[in-house]
């Protein structure tokens, strides 16, 4: 990431420099990147509160809520953080890297403002409708599967809000269109803004899919059409659902390698190789959406078996190289600036109080480790059978989208108060402890919910003594202890999260406005990225630089990934007593 030589930026739109990285920003843009990533704050702080709800209600020996608030509450929780939240969140990047990064203008920021503007009535309408809606009009899950019928504004806030983010795509595509064409950067386009590119694609045929889903469903719900085919809407449902977890995906990989060059001036490897995994993602990481459907009736199993091909491989081979490549560009930026004892004395030696680089390691091992592993478990059409709908499902994807996505977004936003808000970053030691706190918390209620569903727990399920049910169902004793792990993990990543909220409102609300001096929050004022201190940079690295601890945790991790994929295979032999 070259920044020191700039060519002019393009015409028609108001420009500052950015005294820190030289980039020329457009004010149009640093305003839009200001309000969405407020409105996604404000979501986060909303679901947030729902999350503590939720903990204490599954929490069986607490079982806060009664049910219909525990099904409306569920609702809004999905719908605030895993779309409103994030989205938000990604339209900020969208235009970070689509215009800052690139030095160009936002094209069309009056659009701009109007598809924030869509996406917040949506989001709003979709809040109160799950609110004040009649119980079986509200309550049906951010997945609303026909049958249940949602109230007809509940779908036209789900409308209104997706085209909004479709729009921001589409002015993201002119954008890096335009920078191209009015050659505002130099070579080519960097990796951060390639890989939200991969994202910005998925987004557009997620979207799509999307509308085949909720239009058809709204006009049913106001009596234009008569019925919908369960089996079609649950199809395109997850042709949306699946592929936007991708979107945060490819996001939260760009913001990785980003938070790795900030923090310690990583460089990737081989950056053609990461560049191939992004497209990896764009061809074949739509086959996993089918794991909704592995139980579902209707579908054949020429289907089912096509989608649960190696093909779905591909895809997790993209996050294998990415996470083989950012540890190692890590290792090899550290081992050149001297840290080079032992295995991991580059590790040791790392920024620790650094909130970009903190959050960069624990979003990683986490989604690795507990996300990664679970996934491929749950993507497999054997074992499949195991998890489907039992608390491992949310036990996964709270590794994946929260531990790992929500957690890398919040480091990320640390950076955005000095450079895109100008402000000065209140609260600095708070945002040294925060990742650790929500990453522990987040650990424990993933493995919390895991080990609830190794046993049998369901997923929105309220009632897990089964009271009345036609079949007795006794659950474990062991899982008082594993939902109560999750329950005290909620706690302890609330306190996480309001650690977040509080250092970034109160540095929004209350910092100093000022120009931003360096990159980095915490360290001290060399600046990995601009100083370029690092000899030998882009060349490969040989002898004492290669990155041997990197290779290492990767054989940790593969050996990890085999007992838990191993086991289950294990577990779905005992599941039949074939004899
Ligand atoms: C402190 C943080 C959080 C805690 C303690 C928490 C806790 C929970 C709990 C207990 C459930 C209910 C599981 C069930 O009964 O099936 C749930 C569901 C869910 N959570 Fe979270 N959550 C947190 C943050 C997040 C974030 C940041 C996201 C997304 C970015 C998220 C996405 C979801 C989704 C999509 C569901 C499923 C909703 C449904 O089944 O319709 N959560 N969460
Ligand atoms: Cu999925």
Redesign the pocket.
């Known amino acids: 990431m070259a920044v020191a030589t700039m060519p002019a930026p393009s015409a028609k739109a108001d420009f500052r420099t950015c005294p820190v990285t030289g980039l020329k920003v457009d004010l149009a843009a640093e305003r839009l990147i200001i309000v969405n990533a407020v409105a996604a704050v404000v979501f986060?702080l909303i679901?947030?509160f729902?999350?503590?709800l939720?903990?204490l209600?599954?929490?069986q020996a607490i079982h806060l809520l009664p049910a219909d608030w525990?099904y409306r509450v569920?609702?809004g929780?999905?719908?605030?953080?895993?779309v409103a939240?994030?989205v938000f969140f990604e339209v900020a990047g969208l235009y970070f890297g689509g215009a800052v990064m690139l030095n160009a203008r936002l094209v069309a920021p009056k659009v701009a403002w109007l598809a924030y503007i869509l996406m917040v009535v949506g989001a709003v309408l979709v809040n109160v409708m799950t609110l004040v809606a009649p119980f079986d009009q509200g309550a049906v899950?951010?997945?609303s599967y026909v049958p249940l019928q949602a109230h007809p504004l509940w779908y036209l806030g789900v409308i209104l809000f997706a085209v909004g983010a479709l729009v921001a795509v589409f002015i993201f595509f002119a954008t890096i269109i335009t920078a191209k064409k009015e050659r505002t950067y130099e070579g080519s386009m960097p990796l951060v803004a390639f890989g939200l590119m991969a994202a910005a694609i998925i987004a557009v045929y997620t979207l799509l899919s999307g509308a085949v889903a909720y239009v058809p469903t709204f006009l049913w719900s106001i009596g234009i059409l008569p019925s919908i085919d369960p089996a079609f809407y649950r199809n395109f449902f997850w042709s949306f659902g699946h592929p936007a977890q991708q979107i945060?995906l490819a996001a939260m990989v760009a913001i990785w390698y980003g938070l790795a060059a900030v923090t310690v001036g990583a460089n990737p490897v081989n950056e053609k190789l990461s560049r191939f995994a992004f497209i990896l993602y764009l061809f074949f990481i739509n086959l996993g959406s089918a794991h909704h459907l592995l139980v579902d009736p209707g579908y054949s199993f020429a289907w089912k078996a096509t989608n649960t091909s190696y093909a779905m491989y591909l895809a997790v081979l993209g996050s294998l190289i990415h996470a083989f490549s950012i540890p190692a560009a890590v290792e090899v930026a550290q081992r050149r600036r001297g840290f080079t004892s032992g295995l991991f004395g580059w590790l040791k030696n790392a920024p620790w109080r650094e909130p970009g680089f903190s959050t960069l390691v624990i979003s990683m091992v986490l989604f690795g480790f507990i996300g990664g592993t679970t996934g491929v478990v749950i993507g497999t059409e054997q074992i499949n059978l195991l998890a489907h709908n039992t608390?491992r499902?949310?036990g996964h994807?709270?590794a994946t989208?929260?531990a790992g996505?929500?957690l890398a977004f919040m480091g990320f936003s640390y950076y955005l108060i000095p450079l895109i808000f100008r402000r000065k970053l209140r609260l600095v030691s708070w945002a040294s402890w925060q990742p650790y706190i929500?990453g522990l918390?987040?650990a424990l209620?993933s493995i919390g919910?895991i080990v609830s569903g190794l046993q049998g727990v369901?997923?929105?399920?309220?009632d897990i003594t089964f009271s009345g049910a036609p079949i007795d169902v006794t659950l474990p004793g062991a899982t008082q202890i594993s939902l109560a792990i999750?329950?005290v993990?909620?706690?302890i990543?609330?306190v996480?999260?309001i650690m977040y909220l509080a250092v970034i409102l109160a540095s929004v609300l209350t910092g100093q406005k000022e120009e931003a001096r360096r990159l980095t929050l915490v360290m001290s004022d060399q600046n990995p990225l601009v100083e370029h201190a690092l000899p030998n940079v882009g060349k490969e690295p040989e002898g004492k630089e290669s990155p041997r601890g990197t290779l290492v945790i990767g054989v940790i991790f593969i050996v990890t990934f085999m007992i838990y994929y191993l086991s289950n295979w294990w577990l779905l032999g005992r599941g039949w007593f074939i004899r």
Do not use: E, K, Q
């Open positions: 986060l679901g947030g729902y999350a503590l939720l903990a209600t599954r929490w525990f569920l609702t929780h999905g719908f605030d953080m895993l939240w994030i899950m951010f997945t945060n608390m499902l949310p994807f709270h989208v929260v996505t929500t929500f918390g987040m209620v919910m369901p997923r929105r399920h309220w999750m329950g993990g909620a706690l990543a609330i996480g999260g």
